[in-house]
């Protein structure tokens, strides 16, 4: 089977870093998307990482360790409107979702 | 990028009834779908995988003849909630995959789905 593990919620301030951490036990794995998800919308495509590093897109960076079974998102600047649901995803021959974490960002 | 529509974006239903969503790829040739159920604050749970002309293969506990996927073509996949009650309301999301975007899904915008 496969599981994921991230926090369900994390508050940072605007124009601060936060880090969301996702773990994984999967029994196939190519690698570790992020997506993000407003509130009534469809998730949005954000990262992949099929290889160990971090993998940088403007504001946002991802980071992938499969000897630990471990990832991270990491937000920088952030701004009001990144508050948003953050799920990490296994990718095999299918994408199976964490629960998500819930950003909150404080004025 | 690659563009996956849903048709309808929303729909009200009486309980019994059963409803068709529809999930084109429009750019693309979509050798897999997926189907996923979101209901509130919760993560997107897949249902269901499709691949163009064969069977769609179903999650566990996902009642196959009670949630009907069809995939005849490379760009539709059709998810046909049968029989609907009010437990079945829920965001609907369906999503797709080209031989050329292997690691990549894209979704749709999806479906809410409420059945009174």
């Known amino acids: 089977g496969q599981s994921l593990e991230q926090p369900s919620e994390v508050t940072a301030v605007e124009g601060a870093i936060v880090q969301i951490n996702c773990t994984y036990q999967?029994?196939?794995?190519?690698?570790l998307s992020w997506y993000q998800q407003h509130d009534g919308g469809a998730p949005t495509f954000l990262s992949y990482?099929?290889?160990?590093g971090l993998e940088e897109t403007g504001r946002f960076s991802s980071f992938l360790s499969r000897s630990d079974s471990y990832g991270y998102l990491l937000l920088q600047e952030l701004q009001m409107k990144d508050s948003a649901s953050y799920f990490c995803a296994v990718v095999d021959d299918k994408i199976i979702f964490g629960k998500g974490t819930r950003l909150h960002i404080l004025p | 990028g690659a563009v996956v529509s849903q048709h309808p974006s929303w729909v009200i239903c009486k309980s019994g009834t059963s409803v068709k969503i529809e999930c084109r790829s429009l750019?693309?040739?979509?050798?897999?779908m997926f189907w996923y159920r979101q209901f509130p604050k919760q993560s997107l749970m897949l249902m269901a995988t499709s691949n163009e002309g064969s069977k769609a293969t179903y999650e566990q506990g996902v009642e196959k003849d009670k949630f009907l996927i069809n995939h005849a073509s490379l760009t539709l996949s059709t998810l046909t909630v049968t029989s609907a009650h009010p437990e079945d309301s829920s965001f609907y999301i369906c999503?797709?995959?080209?031989?050329?975007?292997?690691?990549?899904?894209?979704f749709g915008p999806g479906t809410r789905l409420t059945v009174l």
């Open positions: 750019d693309f040739q979509a050798t897999t």
């Open positions: 990482n099929a290889l160990d």
């Open positions: 999967t029994s196939g794995f190519y690698g």
């Open positions: 999503s797709a995959r080209g031989q050329t975007y292997y690691n990549e899904q894209f």
